[in-house]
C-alpha cells in the first residue's frame, strides 16, 4: 500500500495520513517513510496514541537514539525528552532557528516530537529549508559560502558564557547547566546531505562566528545567511494538536518554537536520533 502524503508547503513538510505509528513498522513502509522523509524534509502525523516507549521504538528505525547533554530524560524512560512550558513559564524551549545539536560536532540526524498537551491557540512551530536558502544564493555567495567553517556553541553554552543558568530559565525542566568548559563545534557552512547528496546552508541560532574570523566581521553574514534561510517561501508552519507527531531530518530542515501562548500551558516528549559528522561540498569533514 502507498503512503498517504500531502504536502503542505511548496517548500517543505507533508501531512502522512492512514497509519499508527503505535504498530510495528515493516521494511517496506520504514522505506516509504524514509523517502517521503528525504523528499519532503519534515513529516507530519495527526491522532496518534503513543507511550514513551513507542514513540522510542519508531525513532529506533531511523537511527541509534541520542541523549541530550544538557536535558535529562524521563526517569521511566530515559531516551524521552520532555518538553514543558506551564502556565507560569516566561521562556520556552526551542525558540530560534535551529537544528538539532549543531553545537554537537556529530550533531541529530533526526528529531521524533508528540505533542501530549497544547494551547488552544499559539505554540505552532516553524520549519525552513536549508536546501532553499542555499539555492536562492547567488552563485557567487555561493562560492563564498562554500569557503567558510562555522563555530558553534550550544545556547546552555552561550548562557553560561554570559552568566546565565539554563536551569534557572528553563525552571520547568529537567535541565542540566553546561560546564565552563563547554566546547564548541566546527561545521562547513555548506553541507552536503549524506543521503541525497545535496548541499545545504547549515547556520542556526547555535552558530557564534566563522572559524578564523571574529564575531563582528561574522555577525552580519550570519544574519544574512539566516535570514535568507528562513524567507516565508522556504518555510512551513505546523499546528499542533494533542496526538501529533512530528519527524523531521536536521540535516536538511532548521525549526523554530513560537512562544505566544504565555499563561498556557504545553508539554511534549522529544526522541532524537544520532547522527554523522557534517561534511562539506568537497567531502571531507570539518
Known amino acids: 500500500m502507498s503512503l498517504d502524503c500531502e504536502p503542505l508547503s511548496g517548500a517543505l513538510g507533508a501531512t502522512v495520513r492512514g497509519i499508527d505509528l503505535s504498530e510495528p513498522i515493516d521494511a517496506s513502509r520504514f522505506q516509504q ?19 514513551p516507549a513507542q514513540q522510542v521504538a519508531f525513532a529506533r528505525h531511523f537511527g541509534d537514539i541520542h541523549y541530550h547533554p544538557h536535558v535529562q530524560g524521563l526517569a521511566e524512560q530515559p531516551e524521552v525528552m520532555e518538553i514543558l512550558k506551564t502556565e507560569t513559564d516566561t521562556v520556552n524551549f526551542g525558540a530560534g532557528w535551529h537544528s538539532d545539536q549543531m553545537f554537537l560536532d556529530e550533531p541529530a540526524m533526526g528529531t521524533c516530537l508528540y505533542a501530549l498537551e497544547v494551547p ?28 567558510l567553517k562555522t563555530v558553534n556553541l550550544s545556547v546552555a553554552g552561550q548562557q553560561q558564557r554570559r552568566g546565565q543558568s539554563s536551569v534557572a530559565t528553563y525552571s520547568s525542566m529537567r535541565t542540566r547547566d553546561a560546564g565552563a568548559d563547554e566546547p564548541t563545534a566546527v561545521h562547513p557552512l555548506v553541507r ?32 544574512f545567511l539566516l535570514d535568507q534561510v528562513t524567507r516565508p517561501e522556504h518555510t512551513c508552519r505546523f499546528r ?3 496526538g501529533s507527531l512530528a519527524l523531521w531530518d536536521n540535516r536538511r530542515v532548521l525549526h523554530n518554537a513560537i512562544n505566544d501562548y504565555p499563561g498556557k500551558r504545553r508539554r511534549m516528549h522529544r ?5 554523522d559528522r557534517p561534511v562539506s561540498v568537497n567531502r571531507t569533514a570539518a
Not at 549524506?194 to 562566528?209: A, F, K, M, R, S
Open 240 to 242: 499542533w494538536r494533542a
Open 33 to 51: 517513510l524514509n523517502a517521503a522523509l528525504l523528499e519532503h524534509g519534515v513529516l507530519f502525523f495527526h491522532d496518534q496514541q503513543l507511550t
Open 192 to 223: 552536503t546531505h549524506p543521503q541525497t547528496g545535496e548541499d545545504v546552508l547549515y547556520i542556526g541560532i547555535h552558530t557564534l562566528t566563522f572559524l578564523d574570523h571574529t564575531p563582528q566581521e561574522s555577525r552580519a553574514l550570519i544574519d
Open 271 to 275: 526522541v532524537t536520533v544520532v547522527g
Open 120 to 147: 488552544a491557540a499559539g505554540g505552532d512551530t516553524l520549519f525552513a529549508c536549508m536546501r532553499a536558502g542555499y539555492r536562492s544564493l547567488s552563485p557567487a555567495m555561493q562560492r563564498l559560502a562554500r569557503g
